[in-house]
């Protein structure tokens, strides 16, 4: 199984802030990482496939970037909605992995 | 509207079994693969598996095999995922997600959830 770290695991910022979270692959997945959204009590949300595409309603706030093995999913101004865990997760190939989660909150 | 909505929160005994489901709408259920992801109390996002609704063919984790079933009913857009036999340690979150499409890589990213099925087991 392909293994998924995240760093950090956790981070504290401040409204406005610019956000940058890794995720790194055990082995080269090509660009087949999605990163995923998770507030407390919900289901989780789709945010970037294709390691770099939006889906579709996700605000141009986010980005990600990165091939191989290593990538970034940023925030580039943080708001109150953004305060969550976000998940990457690798798809290239079976069984799909998921990172253990960056938690996000408020400074 | 792309939809998809789960079946209501259960309470299970150990040993007992149970079905839950996920009902597609909005799309062509046929068109789009199925995963099942399990989020235990406080912990992160694991994947069970996926099917293709238009032949149920499974995938399944290793972690899964065995102790779950998946299965789907294109006639009703509904995907299903059962255990013959709950253990306790199969209390968590179900989640169902919709892939991008089937067969390409390309298409297999999530794009869709649902809202989660919370199932308890205990005695």
């Known amino acids: 199984d392909i293994q998924m770290t995240q760093s950090p695991s956790s981070l504290s910022a401040s409204i406005g802030d610019r956000v940058t979270i890794t995720c790194r692959a055990s082995?080269?997945?090509?660009?087949?990482l999605a990163w995923f959204q998770q507030k407390p009590g919900k289901a989780p949300k789709s945010l970037i496939y294709?390691?770099?595409s939006l889906q579709s309603g996700v605000p141009s706030k986010f980005s990600g970037s990165g091939s191989g093995t290593d990538f970034t999913l940023t925030i580039s101004s943080l708001q109150p909605e953004d305060f969550a865990i976000y998940y990457c997760?690798?798809?290239?190939?079976?069984?799909?992995?998921f990172g253990p989660g960056t938690k996000v909150d408020i400074k | 509207e792309v939809q998809l909505v789960q079946s209501g929160a259960e309470v299970k005994k150990p040993g007992e079994s149970l079905r839950i489901s996920c009902k597609g709408s909005?799309?062509?259920?046929?068109?789009?693969?199925i995963s099942w992801v399990r989020q235990m109390p406080g912990k992160g996002l694991e994947w069970m598996g996926r099917?293709?609704?238009?032949?149920?063919?499974?995938i399944y984790s290793p972690s899964f095999q065995g102790h779950v079933t998946m299965s789907a009913d294109k006639s009703i857009s509904t995907a299903y995922l059962q255990w013959s036999s709950l253990k306790a340690s199969d209390t968590a979150m179900y989640y169902c997600?919709?892939?991008?499409?089937?067969?390409?890589?390309?298409?297999?990213?999530?794009?869709?959830w649902g809202q989660g099925t919370l199932v308890t087991v205990s005695s």
């Open positions: 997760q690798q798809y290239n190939s079976f069984p799909f992995t």
């Open positions: 099917i293709d609704p238009s032949d149920s063919y499974t």
């Open positions: 997600a919709r892939h991008l499409g089937t067969m390409l890589i390309e298409n297999r990213a999530f794009d869709f």
């Open positions: 294709a390691a770099s």
């Open positions: 909005g799309y062509s259920f046929t068109n789009y693969w």
């Open positions: 082995q080269g997945i090509s660009n087949y």
